[in-house]
Structure formats: structure tokens, C-alpha cells
T-cell receptor, first 115, second 111 residues
């Protein structure tokens, strides 16, 4: 499967715990995006990388959230001290060429439930 | 299973009919638009895109229309099938390819 891969698919955690999600983009895609989606809503932009550089972060991304893409390939999204409001689907997407309007391909998402 | 379509506008059509899903976008500077299909528990799946220098683009059974004057986008699905049942999102973007998604429309195809 050469699509965007996300791990884990589901995560249940207790409030206050830290969680980390991984995204493996389509090979050689320069851009990688993280989105969050709550039930009944469209995905909301969190942050994006061009290669290893994090170029933009949404105001939705509080200090408890951090994302990395150390080698310009896979990316991780960490949430510290999780809160019930963090429960959502976390989606990763990648796109091939910077500066051109090409579609972003999404992974299947990681469903986070904070109890 | 989960219901992605809670609180979403719903379009109910009969199998074989044509469907039209509408979307109003927000940023007049957006120059690229995409329609995504999302089935319950899955990530959004690309359907069709259109650039701002076009007003119509056709794919297999799908057509996207863009009206920049009123910032309106529509998706037409011909001969709608049960497998088309899903939530449909329009998305807009500019130079960064950062996508801004609309609210979504639940398409329910009745056999």
C-alpha cells in the first residue's frame, strides 16, 4: 500500500496522559499536513511541513501539541496532558510538489478518545 | 458504528438519479478547489479538483462547477449509486496548499 499511513488507528487514553501519533506520507511527497476532525465537522487545519521545516501552525495548536518531521519523511504529532476536548479524529495528508496546486492525499486517521 | 453525518445538511436521492451538492467558499483569494468524499471512519478521499482559471471540469460521473463571482462550488454526480453514499466536503486553498474545508453534506442514496 503506497498511500498515507497513520498509526495507531484508534487510541483511548486517560485524561492527563501524553499520546503520540505517527504519519507516514506518500513516498517523496514534500508537504505533510495535520488536521483534526470532530464528529459532524470538516477537518480543521493544525500544521504543515515542507520537508523537515514546520512552516505554519494554526491557533488551534495549543502549547500541549507538538509536531515534528525530523528527516522530512514521517511525522509525529504529540499531545501532552490530554483533555477530553482533544477527543477527535487526527488526519494526516501529504502532497507532492510545493508551490503547485495539487491534491492532498489523506490517511485513514487516528481516532483519539480521552476518558 | 459512528455517524459522520450528525448535524450535517443531508441530500437524499434515489439510485440512478443525478445529485447536486453545493458549497459556498469563503476566501476570494483561493485559487484551487477540491471535492472530497468521506465514508464513516475513513479519511477524506479525493474526487475532483478545479483551478480558479476554469469554471467547469468533468471526471468520470462527476462534474465540478465553479462560480467565482458568488464564491460558489458545486459537485454533480451522474447516475448516483448506493456506493456514493457518504459525506462530501468542498475545500479551498491557496499557495500553501493548506486546505480549508466546508461543513460537509451527507448524501444518502435510496435503493
Amino acid at each position: 500500500d503506497t498511500g498515507v499511513s497513520q498509526d495507531p488507528r484508534h487510541k483511548i487514553t486517560k485524561r492527563g496522559q501524553n499520546v503520540t501519533f505517527r504519519c507516514d506520507p506518500i513516498s517523496e511527497h514534500n508537504r505533510l499536513y495535520w488536521y483534526r476532525q470532530t464528529l459532524g465537522q470538516g477537518p480543521e487545519f493544525l500544521t504543515y511541513f515542507q520537508n523537515e521545516a514546520q512552516l505554519e501552525k494554526s491557533r488551534l495548536l495549543s502549547d500541549r501539541f507538538s509536531a515534528e518531521r525530523p528527516k522530512g519523511s514521517f511525522s509525529t504529532l504529540e499531545i501532552q496532558r490530554t483533555e477530553q476536548g482533544d477527543s477527535a479524529m487526527y488526519l494526516c495528508a501529504s502532497s507532492p510538489l510545493p508551490g503547485l496546486n495539487t491534491e492532498a492525499f489523506f490517511g485513514q486517521g487516528t481516532r483519539l478518545t480521552v476518558v | 458504528g459512528e455517524s459522520v453525518g450528525l448535524h450535517l445538511p443531508t441530500l437524499s436521492v434515489q439510485e440512478g438519479d443525478n445529485s447536486i451538492i453545493n458549497c459556498a467558499y469563503s476566501n476570494s483569494a483561493s485559487d484551487y478547489f477540491i471535492w472530497y468524499k468521506q465514508e464513516s471512519g475513513k479519511g477524506p478521499q479525493f474526487i475532483i479538483d478545479i483551478r480558479s482559471n476554469m469554471d467547469k471540469r468533468q471526471g468520470q460521473r462527476v462534474t465540478v462547477l465553479l462560480n467565482k463571482t458568488v464564491k460558489h462550488l458545486s459537485l454533480q454526480i451522474a447516475a448516483t449509486q448506493p456506493g456514493d453514499s457518504a459525506v462530501y466536503f468542498c475545500a479551498e486553498s491557496g499557495a500553501t496548499n493548506k486546505l480549508i474545508f466546508g461543513t460537509g453534506t451527507l448524501l444518502a442514496v435510496q435503493p
